[in-house]
């Protein structure tokens, strides 16, 4: 009896090991993916508890764009949908199917509604970023590739012209994006010509600075009106100098 | 065999037909079991999953509030736990785990829990989701990761399956849908009335205890040998007893209609 109770335990031994294995498989394997959301999704933070992670967003887009997140794919929270431009970028469809198919308005409608129509140009799905040392019309060669993709071209993409010293009779074409127009739906990197794109979009958040109220623009009529009511009290800290002289560093 | 064969082809079928809805587009049943929709037109959602939802965030969909009520009533009214042994794709993974484990004779538990242990975690899964604003467990749901995986045809599905097939078989005897699942949880807490019980008729029993053997929740069988009456909500309304029952002692019957004779 005892050698049968011993290869019991041994079988469960090695079941669990296997168990354990294929956890480890799913979880080691991780590869941090971008945080790039459907149009319309809302904040981050909000988005997540709101997501009932049905994918029925997934099965509406019909570019097979979106994908829900597995454990391998960290950082994106599982079973939420997320999509990469470099394998299928968004497409930008007008009546914006998976936003009408989400039922918890984790995507939420209002935020790509104008005048009372769905507005796809409204989306914020991300920020295309231009990497300038290896793009290649930064070395002078004539490339428009993302330019021509862009679905607001000229508006969310434009080209700076400028002039190639070192030929001296030829012109750099160079990629600018305007984040205020910019949807974040990846056809420009989709449509980069490099091995790795040299043009990337990425999440709003991790791009997209934020300038402190004290800045005014004069030249914008009523950017002054955040002066209003402002606290003008001067916040000095009385010890900054004895620190600076008592600290070894001078 | 004839409850196991229809459970199987009942949990088969609304695989296939998310399955289809997803790849082929068939407009029956789309999205997965935590939200979808039914022809296209009436939502369904998982009203545990939202549940969770707003207490992390205090604000859901509207068309997801009344698809998780059409699903709580459907399941409060029919038999108790009938989404776990009907249509919950992990209870085939389960069951083959425990079918492993009794084929390879293995006994002991090597973790020995309550099965109130699913109680405390559903409660515990609302007071995460309520102070981490985040859907506590579907954030982590092998229940959706396993259903997603298979739905969307993803190789996870398989590693998941093992694992689930692997701590049923080895770690514990009915460890998963007996003593951990939340979700199990909350649909015995929901079927605390439904209509549709296996019902112990005393008179007939023998005290053969084949019901026992088979049963996946042997605490609700309690009154076998001693009393007529209605076995408990956590019963997941699978059968087996019925069907093992030699003696005519168990079978489903109707709630309101038997007090009424």
Not at chain 2, 112 to 129: D, T
Request: with cysteine.
């Amino acid at each position: 009896m005892q050698r049968r109770d011993a290869i019991k335990t041994g079988f469960s031994l090695v079941g669990l090991l296997a168990a354990g294995s294929f956890v480890y498989k799913e979880y080691a394997n991780a590869k941090p993916v971008l945080k790039l959301r459907p149009p319309a999704a809302l904040d981050e933070d909000e988005f997540l508890t709101r997501c009932i992670r049905c994918g029925l967003c997934v099965e509406a887009c019909p570019f097979d764009t979106l994908k829900l997140a597995e454990f391998k794919d960290s950082g994106v929270g599982i079973g939420t949908p997320f999509f990469t431009p470099r394998d299928i970028p968004c497409y930008m469809c007008e009546d914006i199917p998976c936003v009408v198919e989400c039922p918890t308005e984790a995507l939420d409608p209002k935020l790509v509604t104008k005048d009372g129509a769905l507005d796809i140009n409204m989306a914020r799905m991300g920020v295309a970023v231009v990497d300038e040392k290896n793009c290649v019309a930064y070395f002078g060669i004539q490339c428009d590739a993302c330019y021509r993709a862009c679905p607001l071209i000229d508006k969310a993409l434009w080209i700076d012209y400028k002039r190639n010293e070192r030929t001296g009779k030829h012109a750099f074409l160079l990629p600018i994006v305007d984040s205020d127009y910019c949807t974040g739906c990846g056809k420009c990197e989709l449509a980069c010509i490099t091995d790795k794109a040299a043009i990337t979009v990425l999440p709003r958040d991790m791009v997209i600075g934020k300038v402190g109220d004290n800045y005014v623009k004069g030249w914008v009529e009523g950017d002054d009106a955040k002066l209003k009511d402002v606290d003008t009290k001067m916040h000095l800290d009385s010890k900054k100098g004895i620190k600076y002289l008592n600290e070894d560093e001078l | 065999m004839k409850f196991t064969i229809a459970r199987r082809v009942v949990q088969l079928t609304i695989l296939g037909l998310f399955i289809a809805g997803n790849i082929y587009g068939i407009n029956i049943l789309k999205g997965n079991l935590s939200s979808s929709e039914l022809f296209g037109m009436i939502g369904l959602s998982d009203p545990y999953a939202l549940l969770q939802l707003f207490l992390a965030g205090f604000s859901v969909g509207s068309a997801s509030v009344i698809g998780a009520l059409i699903m709580v009533v459907f399941y409060a009214l029919i038999a108790p736990r009938a989404f776990c042994s009907w249509v919950c794709p992990v209870n085939i993974l389960t069951d083959l785990g425990a079918y492993i484990r009794t084929k390879l004779k293995i006994g002991k538990n090597i973790i020995n829990i309550s099965s109130n242990s699913r109680y405390y975690l559903f409660a515990l899964s609302l007071i995460f989701s309520f102070i981490f604003s985040i859907a506590a467990f579907e954030s982590i749901s092998y229940i959706g990761a396993f259903t997603r995986g298979v739905v969307y045809l993803s190789g996870s599905a398989i590693s998941i399956a093992i694992i689930i097939i692997c701590i049923e078989a080895f770690l514990g005897k009915r460890l998963i849908c007996g003593h951990l699942c939340p979700l199990g949880a909350f649909w015995a807490l929901v079927s605390r009335f439904s209509l549709i019980r296996i019902y112990h008729n005393s008179k007939n029993c023998t005290h053969c205890n084949k019901c026992k053997v088979v049963c996946p929740e042997m605490q609700v069988l309690d009154i076998v040998g001693k009393q007529s009456g209605n076995i408990r909500s956590e019963c997941i309304s699978c059968g087996r007893c019925v069907e093992a029952c030699d003696d005519d002692a168990l079978n489903f019957s109707i709630l309101k209609f038997r007090r009424e004779q």
